[in-house]
């Protein structure tokens, strides 16, 4: 049944017919006063207002007639289904980040100590770093790693920007582990791939017990290519001469925290 025929059918049909009835004896009344009233422009006016009542009347009754012909769920299928914000709508509702806030969320800090610096805790409060690397220069316990990530991970940031922070340490295994524990063999011994698949998920358990949640673990090592570095080194002078000429440039040119620092001043600068 099409809705013009439900809005005919029914119980409604004769109160429609008797608004309608009515609608028209009053139009009928209101040309007669106005045959009557032809000099008097005040009486025209009450008889078209008065039409005018009648004929509102009558349109809000069919109105509300034929809508209550139509079954909730007929009326839910001709409502529009909700449209997916594109893009640039997307990107209007999203917080506006600065650019020293899009910078920092590309980098990860080091720092010294076993406690981070106010300048990194600073940093991490105006959204502008990523995460932090941990060095064995920064682990005494698996505890006490823990407990500086959860002052870390609880620092109040920006809205858009809290998101847990990357926290990475090596646990590749052997010598290279920076939490003490497993897997105590090390990545240039492993041998099959259930050895690796073990390695890794007990990587994954020291590492989740001290709040650090990225392990920048061996990806596909070489033993072969280990062994010929350390065959470039093997001289103890050649390897004391080579590692400090390597700290001293790093500690001069290649820290990340100074890296970063200048990297904010350039954007934060006047260019040409």
């Known amino acids: 049944m099409t809705l013009k025929q439900r809005a005919g059918a029914g119980s409604g049909q004769p109160l429609l017919a008797a608004v309608a ?30 039409v005018s009542r009648y004929v509102a ?8 007639q034929v809508q209550g ?28 980040l600065t650019t020293a806030q899009l910078v920092g969320q590309h980098m990860v800090f080091a ?34 790693v823990r407990a500086v990530v959860r002052s870390l991970q609880e620092i109040g940031r920006p809205r858009g920007l809290r998101a847990p922070l990357l926290v ?27 050895e690796a698949r073990a390695d890794g998920r ?23 290519f280990a062994q010929g570095i350390r065959a470039l080194v093997d001289d103890p002078a050649a390897r004391s001469r080579l590692g400090a000429n390597g700290r001293a440039r790093y500690e001069a040119e290649f820290r990340w925290d100074r890296i970063g620092d200048d990297l904010l001043a350039w954007l934060a600068g006047p260019r040409s």
């Open 168 to 194: 990475m340490a090596d646990q590749e295994g052997g010598p290279v582990r920076r939490i003490a524990g497993a897997p105590e063999r090390a990545a240039a011994d492993v041998a099959t791939a259930s």
């Open 111 to 144: 720092y010294d100590g076993l406690e981070p610096p106010r300048a990194l805790r600073r940093r991490i409060a105006r959204g502008e770093a990523a995460g932090i690397i941990l060095f064995a220069r920064n682990v005494r316990s698996a505890g006490q």
């Open 57 to 64: 009347i009558f349109a809000a009754l069919f109105s509300a």
């Open 21 to 50: 009835a009515a609608g028209l004896v009053a139009s009928a009344a209101a040309m007669s006063g106005m045959q009557a009233r032809t000099r008097s422009r005040n009486g025209v006016a009450r008889i078209v207002a008065a």
């Open 69 to 96: 012909a139509v079954s909730p769920s007929e009326r839910a299928a001709a409502a529009p289904e909700p449209r997916a914000a594109t893009a640039p709508e997307r990107r209007a509702t999203a917080p506006q």
């Open 202 to 224: 007990a990587a994954a358990r020291t590492l989740r017990s001290a709040g650090i949640t990225m392990n920048l673990a061996p990806v596909a090592d070489v033993g072969a």
